[in-house]
Every structure is written in C-alpha cells, then in structure tokens.
C-alpha cells in the first residue's frame, strides 16, 4: 500500500489515484486467463466498474461440471490460478494487487475483490514470472527418466508455502501408490457413462471442432497415447478416434509432488490455485515442463489415499507431474470480451 508522505510547502496535496484505463483493465484479465482449468473450461468472469482502480473475479457456473467436479474444488483452483496471473501481470506493469478473498458470504460467486495500485517497490518475484505466462502450457507428451534436481525442488516448495500450502515431493513408495489410485480411478471411469459424456463435452475432436474452439481440450493437445511407461496422464481421447495421432512410450518413474492444504474450504481452494500457478510458472521458468493430473482425486475415498502420511498435510488439492520434455501446445482461451464486463 503507498502511503502519502506530504509534498513540499506551498503544494497542493495530490487528489485520489485515476482510475484504471480500459487497457489496462483489459491486458490483466488477458493475462489472468492464461491460467489452467479443469477441462480448460476457463470457469471465471471479471468485472470491472469504470473510473474504479477495482477487479472482481467470480465464479461462472455455468462452466462447472457435475460428474468431474461436483463440489467446485476444481471451479476454484482454476479461479485462483487467473487471480495469480493477474497478481503477476499487475506487478510487471509496476503495481500492486490487493486482494480480499471472499468478501462477500451472501454472493457465493464473488471469489475476490483485486484493487490495483501503482507503486515504487512492485514485487520483483511475481513480476519475472510475468515472462512465462504464455509460455506455460500443460505437457501430456513423455518425460525424460530423469528427476529434478534438488535446488529446483526446494525452490517449488518454497513458492508454494509462499501462498500458505505446502508441496511434497513424495518417496518411491508414495509413488508407486498415487500410480495405483490413478489405475483404479481409470477403471472406473471406463464403465461411468456420466463420465464419458462429461468428458466428451469438454473435448474438441477434429478440424471443424478444434477451429472454433475457445475452450476445452482440442485433439492438438492431447499428447500420443501411451505405448507404455507410467505417467498418470489422462487420455482425452476416450473412445474417439483421433486420426493421426501417434504413439509413445512415457517415463518409468514420473516425477510427482502433492500440492495440499491444511483445511478444505473455498478460501483453501482458492489459495491452492495461487500456489499451484505459482509452482507451474516458477517450474516453467527453470526449464520443466509441466501437467496437472486430478483423476484419482475426482473420487473422494482416492483422495484421502493421496495424503502423504510422512508430511503434515490435511489435504491433498492436486497432484503435478514434472519434468524435461517437449513444452506443450497452447489451448484456446475465451476472448477477454467474453469474460471481462465493465459496468
């Protein structure tokens, strides 16, 4: 917060800071939702009232996803990975982002209240991140065997209990286990026609689907199906052929860690989603590449087995895959003029 420290006798002291220009307004929710969703279903919405230095982020239901997501967990970490971006684009234009988290428990959509605010000392850290915004993208192609070093790891930890939740990088063990839950969680799927449907409404297969797209996964980003190895990446495909599309063998021993929270309530969610752009940015920024994989946490009784029993965590809000490998493709993002109003 920038505080007024007078101005020299004789001076007239400054009237309040102009509001934010629509350029402005309009290149932050640009960078916000560059952020990853469950489905890339972008479920936000921003509204900004003119003459203001103010953003609301809410929550667009209409996006949510009953068989998927049906307590809005996933709604919120995206949610909150856009009201990180936007922290980032804020402080690589030289301001600062203030933000309230759930100001209002009579509008269960209004997620947060952002008043940006120019200053002198905006935060350098958020502010490099600014370079991978567009540059970070969702891998599901094969990893190299090989683990990430230890001074990156420790660095990942440290961003996310920078936002208030912790990530672990879990033992061999643990491993072998999150692959089991994520088989299981596969086998049930095959049978669950709510899922399949669900799934299918979120993909986007062929030419004259992945053209129009402005949301969901289209073909180009699924990755080769999996030949063998045994990353848990979840095949977008199902049951729809995807002509062309190659196939390849995955890493042996994927590099996993378990981003978690000590609680489990909307609040938490939403700072899960901070912390886990955060990881995925300062990751990208070292050289990994980077996926998100829910599947087995979609169940709640899998969930609860992801708990790592040697670390504190209460629960687990999602599990990344790291590593080297090719970077990924850019998934289609809503136009800024569908997701931003200004009142």
């Given at each position: 917060?920038?505080?007024d420290h007078?101005?020299?006798?004789?001076?007239?002291?400054?009237?309040?800071?102009?509001?934010?220009?629509?350029?402005?307004?309009?290149?932050?929710?640009?960078?916000?939702?560059?952020?990853?969703?469950?489905?890339?279903?972008?479920?936000?919405?921003?509204?900004?009232?003119?003459?203001?230095?103010?953003?609301?982020?809410?929550?667009?239901?209409?996006?949510?996803?009953?068989?998927?997501?049906?307590?809005?967990?996933?709604?919120?970490?995206?949610?909150?990975?856009?009201?990180?971006?936007?922290?980032?684009?804020?402080?690589?234009?030289?301001?600062?982002?203030?933000?309230?988290?759930?100001?209002?428990?009579?509008?269960?959509?209004?997620?947060?209240?952002?008043?940006?605010?120019?200053?002198?000392?905006?935060?350098?850290?958020?502010?490099?991140?600014?370079?991978?915004?567009?540059?970070?993208?969702?891998?599901?192609?094969?990893?190299?065997?090989?683990?990430?070093?230890?001074?990156?790891?420790?660095?990942?930890?440290?961003?996310?209990?920078?936002?208030?939740?912790?990530?672990?990088?879990?033992?061999?063990?643990?491993?072998?286990?999150?692959?089991?839950?994520?088989?299981?969680?596969?086998?049930?799927?095959?049978?669950?026609?709510?899922?399949?449907?669900?799934?299918?409404a979120w993909?986007?297969?062929?030419p004259q689907?992945?053209?129009?797209?402005?949301?969901?996964?289209?073909?180009?980003?699924?990755?080769?199906?999996?030949?063998?190895?045994?990353?848990?990446?979840?095949?977008?495909?199902?049951?729809?052929?995807?002509?062309?599309?190659?196939?390849?063998?995955?890493?042996?021993?994927?590099?996993?860690?378990?981003?978690?929270?000590?609680?489990?309530?909307?609040?938490?969610?939403?700072?899960?989603?901070?912390?886990?752009?955060?990881?995925?940015?300062?990751?990208?920024?070292?050289?990994?590449?980077?996926?998100?994989?829910?599947?087995?946490?979609?169940?709640?009784?899998?969930?609860?087995?992801?708990?790592?029993?040697?670390?504190?965590?209460?629960?687990?809000?999602?599990?990344?895959?790291?590593?080297?490998?090719?970077?990924?493709?850019?998934?289609?993002?809503?136009?800024?003029?569908?997701?931003?109003?200004?009142?």
């Amino acid at each position: 917060m920038n505080l007024d420290h007078g101005s020299e006798r004789g001076r007239t002291r400054p009237g309040p800071a102009p509001g934010l220009d629509i350029t402005t307004v309009t290149a932050l929710v640009a960078a916000a939702t560059t952020a990853p969703s469950l489905h890339n279903a972008q479920p936000w919405r921003f509204r900004h009232a003119a003459g203001s230095r103010t953003l609301e982020l809410r929550a667009d239901l209409d996006r949510r996803m009953p068989r998927f997501d049906p307590d809005l967990r996933g709604l919120h970490l995206g949610c909150g990975a856009a009201l990180f971006n936007l922290r980032v684009a804020a402080a690589d234009g030289g301001r600062d982002a203030d933000v309230r988290l759930l100001p209002d428990p009579a509008d269960r959509q209004l997620l947060a209240v952002v008043r940006i605010t120019d200053t002198d000392r905006p935060d350098r850290e958020l502010a490099r991140l600014s370079t991978v915004l567009r540059r970070r993208h969702t891998s599901r192609h094969p990893f190299e065997d090989r683990p990430v070093p230890a001074e990156v790891r420790a660095a990942l930890c440290h961003a996310a209990e920078r936002e208030g939740t912790q990530l672990v990088f879990p033992d061999r063990w643990h491993i072998e286990s999150l692959l089991d839950d994520v088989r299981d969680a596969e086998g049930r799927d095959d049978f669950d026609a709510a899922y399949l449907a669900e799934m299918r409404a979120w993909t986007r297969v062929g030419p004259q689907e992945t053209g129009a797209a402005v949301d969901g996964v289209p073909d180009y980003a699924f990755g080769p199906s999996k030949r063998g190895g045994r990353a848990p990446v979840r095949d977008f495909a199902g049951r729809r052929p995807v002509p062309g599309r190659p196939a390849a063998v995955f890493e042996t021993v994927p590099n996993l860690a378990l981003l978690g929270t000590t609680r489990d309530g909307v609040a938490d969610w939403l700072r899960a989603g901070e912390a886990m752009e955060r990881v995925l940015l300062l990751a990208t920024l070292h050289g990994l590449a980077t996926s998100l994989t829910s599947h087995s946490l979609e169940r709640q009784d899998l969930r609860e087995l992801a708990r790592d029993p040697l670390s504190g965590m209460g629960f687990v809000q999602m599990v990344l895959r790291l590593g080297y490998g090719p970077a990924g493709v850019a998934s289609p993002r809503r136009p800024v003029e569908q997701v931003l109003e200004i009142v």
